[in-house]
Every structure is written in C-alpha cells, then in structure tokens.
C-alpha cells in the first residue's frame, strides 16, 4: 500500500530535551516535506527536499532541522523543543511539482512542556 | 508570492443541505488551485484540483468547486451533504512551474442529523 508512516504518532515532552520525528514513504517520491497545523492558521510549510541531500527553509523554519540522506526518509529534528512547537506535525510527499498530488502521513501530535 | 483566503473558519450544515465553502487567491501569475480534506484524526487527501482546461472540477463524492480568475475565487460546494463530510477542508494554490504549495487556514465543516 502506497503510504507516508510518522513516528511517534504522539509525544509528550520537556523543554529542551531533543527529539526526532520520522518520516518514510514508499513511493518513490522525490520531494518531501514538514508541515505544522496550529488552530486558525492552517498547515504552515516548516522544510521541504527536492530530492536526496537537497533541503530547504519553507516559512517556519526556526527550530528545526531536516536531513534527506535516502529518498524514502525526513526526518524532522528538534534540538531543543521549546513550548511555542507544541502542535501536529505532518509529513508529506509528492513525485515532483506542486500540479502533482500529495501525499500526507498521520500526523504527530507533539505537546513540549 | 502567492496566498490563499478561506472566509468561513467554520460551517455547521445539517445533513441533506447544500454546503458552500470560500476561498479567494492572491497572486500576480497563473495559478493551480486545489481542495483538500481532513477527516478527524487523519493526514489530509486530495479532494479536487484545478490545473487548466474547463473551470468546473468535480470529485468522486459529490463535491465541485468552479475556477473563477476574475474574481480569483475557487469555491467549493456540495449540493447534499452527509455525515461523512465532517471533516476541516483546506484550499491550497501554487504558481506555474512551482514547488510551494500554500494552504489556506481551513474550514471546519461539521454536519448535524
């Protein structure tokens, strides 16, 4: 089954404390992307990689960091979480432009206390 | 740089009612424009999707939204809703011969029996 998988699904964390949230796909998609969902401001794009090695800023980048060492894997990394980056989490993907359809994973609910 | 308006952050409906939902663009180039759907606790799909040719595009369950460029709108409707259709939906744009996706801040549709 063509599919985008996160993990954890939901975390509860500390300030400060770092965490990675996986994301995979097995479609063979070449650009990949983070979004995080806030009540009222809909998904704002955080990163996003064009292919293997190649990542860069979409609007929302503080705090975060990327890497796209395979096709199928982004992880998003948070160094140190802070409680302004509690929110739900989406990776994504498509085969190439934005006229292509995306593909989204569950979601992670992150909550930083 | 393009952006996207949604005007009605919510919309109860009852069941069996017709459901219209707002979005307005911004954008100096041509546009693509797209409807999502995020049904509870889900990563979003594509609903429907405008790229070029007739002004009208339809989904498989019953909704269409009509491309309007003089009044840069891409409404969606839904002449009958079901219980199903609860769900937040989101309106997204890009530019020709882009990769940026831009949402809108969604509109939560929740239908009553």
């Known amino acids: 089954e063509a599919q985008v998988t996160q993990n954890p699904r939901y975390l509860i964390t500390v300030t400060g404390k770092k965490l990675t949230v996986t994301c995979s796909q097995n479609m063979n998609h070449e650009y990949m992307s983070w979004y995080r969902q806030d009540p009222g401001l809909g998904l704002r794009q955080i990163y996003y990689s064009m292919n293997v090695e190649v990542t860069d800023k979409g609007d929302v980048p503080e705090g975060y960091k990327v890497s796209r060492k395979e096709k199928r894997n982004f992880p998003l990394i948070l160094e140190s979480p802070s409680p302004n980056q509690t929110s739900l989490y989406f990776c994504?993907?498509?085969?190439?432009?934005?006229?292509?359809?995306?593909?989204f994973g569950p979601g992670t609910r992150l909550t930083v206390l | 740089a393009q952006s996207v308006t949604q005007l009605d952050s919510q919309v109860p409906v009852f069941e069996e009612a017709p459901v219209e939902l707002r979005c307005n663009y911004s954008s100096s180039v041509s546009v693509y424009l797209f409807w999502y759907v995020q049904y509870p606790n889900q990563g979003l799909q594509l609903l429907l999707k405008y790229l070029s040719g007739s002004t009208l595009v339809k989904s498989i369950n019953g909704f269409e939204a009509e491309f309007n460029k003089s009044q840069t709108s891409f409404h969606l409707r839904k002449p009958s809703v079901h219980i199903s259709d609860t769900a937040e939906y989101f309106c997204?744009?890009?530019?020709?011969?882009?990769?940026?996706?831009?949402f809108g801040a969604g509109t939560t549709v929740t239908v009553r029996a």
């Open positions: 994504a993907s498509r085969p190439g432009l934005a006229t292509d359809t995306q593909y």
């Open positions: 997204a744009v890009s530019r020709f011969n882009d990769y940026k996706l831009s």
